[in-house]
Structure formats: structure tokens, C-alpha cells
């Protein structure tokens, strides 16, 4: 969560919310992010998958790197 969201939380639940995540242990977080990230790019190959009916995986795992790394670090790493 970004500073973003925690502004717009009263500083009562602010001040829950990170009592909660400080209280957790790092493997925890360290789940719960990857998790959240799992899920992210579960949700981008679906719109990507819905804006491109009948791709192959290959193409949505190509066009999901796309849409989540730079350009310059897709290129290093994939050469596309």
C-alpha cells in the first residue's frame, strides 16, 4: 500500500492498519505480497485474454511481461 492509501484512512485506522502488518511475521507479509501479485497477474492475463480471444498462452505470457516490466529490462531479459 502506498503512502496514497494510508492518507486516505482516518488516523484511527491508519494507525490499525499498521499496528496489524507491523505485528506480522516477515514470512507472512512475504506471502501475502506474493499472493497479491499472483492474483494481479491473474487479473491482467483475463484482460488480456478478453481483449484477445483464442491467443495462445504464449502470446498472453509475452504481452503480460510487457505490461509489467520496463521496456528496457524486457529487452535484457527476453530480447523481445
Do not use: C
Not at 509475452?62 to 530480447?79: A, F, Q, S, T
Amino acid at each position: 500500500m502506498d503512502d496514497y492509501e494510508l492518507n486516505k484512512m482516518t488516523p484511527r485506522v491508519r494507525a490499525k492498519y499498521l499496528q496489524i502488518i507491523r505485528s506480522m511475521p516477515p514470512g507472512k507479509r512475504l506471502r501475502i505480497a506474493i499472493e497479491h501479485n499472483e492474483a494481479v497477474h491473474e487479473f491482467v492475463k483475463a484482460g488480456i485474454r478478453a481483449q484477445n480471444p483464442g491467443v495462445s498462452e504464449e502470446h498472453v505470457h509475452r504481452e503480460l511481461v510487457r505490461r509489467i516490466l520496463p521496456p528496457d529490462i524486457v529487452k535484457k531479459v527476453y530480447g523481445w
